[in-house]
């Protein structure tokens, strides 16, 4: 599968694969529904903690250290 496709749509065909899987491993539809929404929680924290990091403040802009000859 050499397809290219959008991080969101790459995160739900996954997510059906994994759901279907556990589904087939004999899972109750309750304890799939769980754990899939525990993985939102943690993809959705990651991202978060993603987005801090390459937030605008802190960041310095190279050669913008201070006034210049200084």
């Known amino acids: 599968m050499s397809a290219h496709v959008p991080l969101g749509s790459a995160l739900a065909i ?3 694969a994994y759901e279907e899987a556990m ?3 004999g899972l109750l539809p309750g304890t799939i529904t769980m754990i899939s929404a525990m993985a939102a929680r943690h993809l959705d924290a990651l991202e978060s903690d993603d ?4 937030s605008p403040q802190g960041v310095r802009t190279p050669g ?3 006034p210049a000859g200084g």
């Open 64 to 66: 913008c250290d201070g």
């Open 23 to 25: 589904r087939e491993h």
């Open 14 to 16: 996954v997510s059906a």
């Open 51 to 54: 987005r801090e990091r390459r």
